[in-house]
C-alpha cells in the first residue's frame, strides 16, 4: 500500500486511519532499518600509530596546558584542567570538496576527530580524491585524527535522512575514539569565528554533560507546514537524487511528549550521544519514528530528545554558540561584510551560511584565526619557525595558547550562564 497523493473522497475516519497509519509505521520501520544498517566507514588514514610529538607518553595531560588570560571572577587555579577533546562531523555533497577542506583546515587541531562526508550527490572519485587529500597533510596522518566515509548515504536538507547521516556520523566516532567530549556537525556553509585553541580553552572550564542547543517550545506555522504534512524521504531507500514524496493526509501531533524545535547544528555530549546511539532508552528509538515521515526531523529530534529526558533537560544550554542573521522569512541569510562587526565581537564559535569564497572568509581567516591559504588554524602545537608555515612541526597537542577570540567567547558564556538565564531558559513549555 502507498501513500496517496490525491485529495480522496471523504472517507471514514477509520479508513483514513489505515491509509497513513499503516504506510507511516512502515516507513518508520524503514528508517530504524537503515540508520542501524549503514556500514562502516572506509577510513583515509592508515594503521600507523599517532605521532608521539604530539601526544607525548611521558608528559602529564595537562602539563603544558597554560592559561594566558584568567577571567577576573576567579583566583588563578593551583592545576588548569585538561583541555577537552571534539568530534566533527563535516558533511556535504556535490562540488562542496573545495570548501570542506577549507573548513577541515579552520578548525583543525590535534587533539579533535574529524569524520567528513560527501553524500551519494558526490561521485565516488570524488570521495577517493578528499581520502587522498586529508591522507597528504603531514600533520593529519601524524595525529591519524582525519578520516573520509567511504559509502555514503544521502542527507537532504528537509526529511529524516539528515538525522540518520548525523547519527551515523556520531556512531562511527564513538568507534573511532573513546576520548572526545562533544560532537558538532557543521556544513560547507559553516565557518569558525574562533581558534580551536580558544573553543578548547573556554570548552575546559564546563561540565562535560553539557548541551549547547537552541531550542523552544512554540511551534507556530511549523505545525501546518512542517509537522503535520507526512513526507516519504527518497534519502532512506532509494540510492540516487529523487523529490520528496508529500502525502495528502496530515497526522496529529504526540500527546505523549512536548514537542521543541531549534537549529539544525548544535555542540553535543558525548553522554547524549551514547543515550540516542546505543538503545538504553526507547524514547530516542520512539522518537525517530514520529519524525522519520517529517520535513523538520533535523531541527526538532535533538531538542524534543533532551527536554523530554529527565537526565538530559537539565544539561542543556539554549545557544548553539553560533551566529546567524534571520531575514523576513525567518530563516538564516548569507552573512556578508555588512556582518563583519558582529562577526569580530559577537564572541560565537561559528557563524552561518557564508556563500562559496566569499571575501568575508579572508578577513576572518587573517584577522581571527591567523590562517593561511591551505594551512591549519595555527595553535599551541605549532613549533614551527618559518611565519609562512608555523605549523609544519609541532609539539604536545595539550598545549593551548587562547588569544582574544576567547575572552570574547568568555563573555558570551557568562552572559548565557548568569543572571537566571540558564534555568529560566532550559525546556520552557509555552
Not at 586529508?134 to 528537509?158: E, H, I, L, P, R
Not at 511551534?219 to 508529500?246: C, H, Q, T
Not at 541569510?333 to 564572541?347: E, V
Not at 595539550?398 to 540558564?422: F, H, N
Request: charged fraction near 20%.
Amino acid at each position: 500500500m502507498t501513500l496517496q497523493v490525491q485529495s480522496p473522497a471523504p472517507p471514514s475516519s477509520s479508513s483514513t486511519t489505515f491509509h497513513y497509519l499503516l504506510p507511516t509505521l512502515l516507513f518508520s520501520l524503514l528508517f530504524l532499518l537503515y540508520l542501524v544498517s549503514l556500514p562502516p566507514s572506509s577510513l583515509s588514514s592508515d594503521s600507523l600509530s599517532s605521532d608521539p610529538l604530539l601526544f607525548p607518553h611521558h608528559s602529564p595531560p595537562n602539563h603544558h596546558h597554560r592559561l594566558l588570560f584568567l577571567s577576573h571572577h576567579h583566583s588563578s587555579p593551583s592545576t588548569p584542567p585538561s583541555p577537552p577533546s571534539l568530534a566533527y562531523l563535516i558533511s556535504g555533497s556535490k562540488g562542496d570538496s573545495a570548501r570542506i577542506l577549507r573548513l577541515l583546515f579552520a578548525v583543525y587541531h590535534p587533539k579533535n576527530h574529524y569524520l567528513i562526508h560527501l553524500d551519494l550527490g558526490a561521485s565516488e572519485s570524488d570521495r577517493d580524491e578528499m581520502a587522498r587529500v586529508v591522507t597528504g597533510v603531514k600533520v593529519f596522518k601524524a595525529a591519524q585524527n582525519v578520516n573520509v566515509v567511504g559509502k555514503a548515504g544521502f542527507c537532504y536538507d528537509d526529511g529524516a535522512s539528515e538525522v540518520s547521516c548525523v547519527l551515523h556520523g556520531a556512531s562511527v566516532l564513538l568507534r573511532l575514539s573513546g576520548r572526545w567530549d562533544w560532537f558538532i556537525n557543521l556544513s560547507p556553509a559553516h565557518y569558525p569565528l574562533v581558534t580551536q585553541d580558544d573553543l578548547l580553552h573556554i570548552l575546559s572550564y564546563l561540565p562535560k554533560d553539557v548541551n549547547f542547543v537552541n531550542h523552544t517550545s512554540y511551534i507556530g506555522w511549523r505545525e501546518s507546514r512542517k509537522l503535520k504534512p507526512i513526507v516519504v524521504d527518497p534519502g532512506l531507500y532509494l540510492s540516487e537524487i529523487n523529490a520528496m514524496f508529500y502525502a495528502s493526509q496530515k497526522r496529529e501531533l504526540p500527546d505523549a511528549y512536548q514537542l521543541f524545535t531549534g537549529s539544525a547544528t548544535s555542540i553535543l555530549s558525548r553522554n547524549l550521544l551514547e543515550f540516542c546511539i546505543f538503545g538504553t532508552d526507547n524514547f530516542p528509538r520512539t522518537l525517530l519514528m514520529y519524525l522519520s515521515n517529517s520535513l523538520s526531523a533535523q531541527s526538532v529530534y535533538f531538542p524534543t530528545l533532551i527536554c523530554n529526558s529527565k537526565q538530559f533537560r537539565r544539561t542543556i544550554i539554549n545557544h548553539n554558540l553560533q551566529h546567524a542573521v534571520l531575514d523576513d522569512k525567518q530563516e538564516p541569510r548569507p552573512l556578508n561584510s555588512r556582518d563583519l562587526d558582529d562577526i569580530f565581537s559577537i564572541g560565537a564559535a561559528f557563524a552561518s551560511p557564508f556563500l562559496p569564497d566569499d571575501p568575508v572568509l579572508d578577513l576572518i581567516d587573517q584577522k581571527i584565526l591567523g590562517r593561511d591559504p591551505g594551512k591549519p588554524t595555527p595553535g599551541g602545537w605549532c613549533l614551527g619557525e618559518s611565519e609562512n608555515d608555523i605549523c609544519s612541526e609541532w609539539g604536545d597537542a595539550e598545549v593551548l595558547r587562547p588569544g582574544p577570540g576567547a575572552k570574547k567567547m568568555e563573555r558570551r558564556i557568562v552572559q548565557l550562564l548568569s543572571d537566571g538565564a540558564y534555568k529560566s531558559h532550559q525546556c520552557v513549555v509555552e
